[in-house]
């Protein structure tokens, strides 16, 4: 039979890391569209920013250093920062001035961010325990805004009635990737991969029923005119 830690393992690498990929590689139909248009029209960049700055606290959170025998998180994450800097850099090329601005603050602060953490973290805690502790809280904290962040354009889908800039696959990865961390924490609990991954499971969850809402909206509506159309060239 195969050991808890084995299981957790396979959990980690096969759906964990496959999943989170997924997760990363999700908004690319996203920047493909603004890539052919040349604009990022209301396409919002907070959620890809929240997504930057969780990778990178989790990474840190994986490293030896402060949680060991957890590099299965750093891994994955790892890549998620590279992917995720290629979408902000593909983001502000095709920005007017005025959101470049608001990205470079933004991107700025995160990077002020992540050097006062790993410098205080190093410098002020000498155990793992203590060190685990404080960058977990952290990051269970981003990680929540990181799940969280599609549901900023929520209001602009009921206001509109329309799913248009609502992105789907990245909330359908979300709750994907959500429901498979949580399995993978709950094997070998550790609450800081649990909390926000369980968390996460439910806000994609309900991210993908207002998704269903809106766009059965929009199609019944869609059928509706097109009904009406017919009626008035008979």
């Known amino acids: 039979m195969l050991s808890t830690n084995a299981i957790r393992n396979i959990i980690g690498i096969v759906a964990g890391n496959v999943i989170s ?4 590689l999700s908004p690319a139909p996203t920047f493909m569209k603004i890539y052919k248009m040349k604009a990022v029209e209301q396409f919002s960049p907070i959620p890809y920013l929240t997504i930057l700055v969780n990778c ?16 299965l998180v750093s891994t994955i994450n790892g890549v998620g920062v590279l992917i995720v800097s290629s979408y902000l850099i593909i983001f502000f090329y095709f920005s007017p001035k005025k959101m470049r601005i608001k990205v470079l603050r933004i991107l700025a602060g995160e990077l002020v961010f992540m050097t006062m953490v790993i410098t205080l973290v190093l410098l002020t805690l000498h155990t793992h325990d203590s060190r685990s502790l404080i960058v977990g809280i952290i990051a269970i904290i981003f990680c929540i805004g990181m799940y969280a962040s599609p549901l900023s354009v929520m209001k602009l889908v009921i206001k509109t009635k329309s799913v248009e800039y609502m992105p789907f696959w990245l909330s359908f990865t979300g709750f994907l990737n959500g429901v498979c961390w949580t399995s993978y924490a ?24 207002l998704y269903a809402f809106y766009y059965n909206h929009n199609s019944i509506e869609g059928h509706e005119n097109k009904e009406e159309n017919v009626e008035m060239v008979v």
């Open 56 to 71: 990178m606290l989790w990474v840190f959170y994986g490293l030896p250093i402060v949680k060991p025998n957890t590099i």
């Open 21 to 24: 990929f997924g997760l990363f």
């Open 186 to 209: 709950l094997i070998k609990i550790d609450i800081f991969l649990l909390i926000p991954n369980g968390l996460g499971a439910i806000l994609g969850l309900l991210q993908l029923l």
